[in-house]
């Protein structure tokens, strides 16, 4: 694997983008599970 240089403000950017991404993938799944249940109930 090649070297690589990158500042911490880097990593926390990009931390950042990743916990955002998560969020939106949970909030969309949240969606989805409430679509199910309401069409076929639990």
């Known amino acids: ?3 690589m ?3 911490y403000g880097e990593m926390t950017s990009r931390a ?3 916990i955002a991404g ?3 993938i949970n909030t ?3 969606d989805v599970d409430t ?3 309401s069409r076929i109930g639990r």
């Open 16 to 18: 950042d983008q990743l």
């Open 1 to 3: 694997m090649a070297n």
């Open 5 to 7: 240089n990158v500042t």
């Open 22 to 24: 998560r969020d939106e």
């Open 35 to 37: 679509q199910i249940v």
């Open 28 to 30: 969309t799944l949240q």
